[in-house]
Structure formats: structure tokens, C-alpha cells
Nanobody
Framework: QVQLVESGGGLVQAGGSLRLSCAAS????????MGWYRQAPGKQRELVAA???????NYADSVQGRFTISRVNSKNTVYLQMNHLKPEDTAVYYC??????????????WGQGTQVTVSS
């Protein structure tokens, strides 16, 4: 059974940095894609950043240049380095891991979420 365990959230002042980590267990192979999503109160969950097993990355426009996603395939671990944090980055951050298949379908797994709060 796949489990994703996140760590690294917390409270930080605007302009500060945090690093989120997510370790996946229970998988027999590397996930095709891993990433981070976030959900702020009253808003829909949105993609923050994603990375494939080939290390191709994709970022939301709002975090481009401030956040960096990375992964260690052999450990099924993904990281999110967040710099120059802004109050609007405040949200619950969720780790995602997915197997993708021909035809576009995918199997998604989610972490429990970690709170990131940025004070002004």
C-alpha cells in the first residue's frame, strides 16, 4: 500500500524560506510523476510544481523563479525548496505521486498535507 509522508511545513515571515519533503513508501517502482499541490482556505487545490522521473519540471506561474522542485528516484522522495515566500503562499501543501499510463490515464496518491503559513 502506497503511503506518502510529508514534512517541513511551518510558520515563516514573508521573504523567508522553507523546504518541504515527501517520502513515498510501498511502491515497487519509481513514480512517473511527483509533485506538490496546495489549497488555501476557500480556494480549489492547485498545482504548485511537478517533476517527472526524467526530471522534467513544471511550475505554476505564481511560484516560477521562487520555488524549486527536485526528486531522488531511488528513494521515491520529492522536495520543494520555497524561497522568497509571500503571504499568498499560505496554504496546505499536498504531496502527489502518480503512475501514468498509455492513453493518458493515471493513478494518483496523496499525502496528508502540511500547513505552510507566511506572515506579512
Amino acid at each position: 500500500q502506497v503511503q506518502l509522508v510529508e514534512s517541513g511545513g511551518g510558520l515563516v515571515q514573508a521573504g523567508g524560506s522553507l523546504r518541504l519533503s515527501c517520502a513515498a513508501s510501498g511502491s515497487g517502482r519509481s513514480f512517473n510523476a511527483m509533485g506538490w499541490y496546495r489549497q488555501a482556505p476557500g480556494k480549489q487545490r492547485e498545482l504548485v510544481a511537478a517533476i517527472t522521473s526524467a526530471r522534467s519540471t513544471n511550475y505554476a506561474d505564481s511560484v516560477q523563479g521562487r520555488f524549486t522542485i527536485s526528486r531522488v528516484n531511488s528513494k521515491n522522495t520529492v522536495y520543494l525548496q520555497m524561497n522568497h515566500l509571500k503571504p499568498e503562499d499560505t496554504a496546505v501543501y499536498y504531496c502527489n505521486a502518480a503512475y501514468t499510463f498509455l492513453g493518458g490515464s493515471r493513478s494518483d496518491y496523496w499525502g496528508q498535507g502540511t500547513q505552510v503559513t507566511v506572515s506579512s
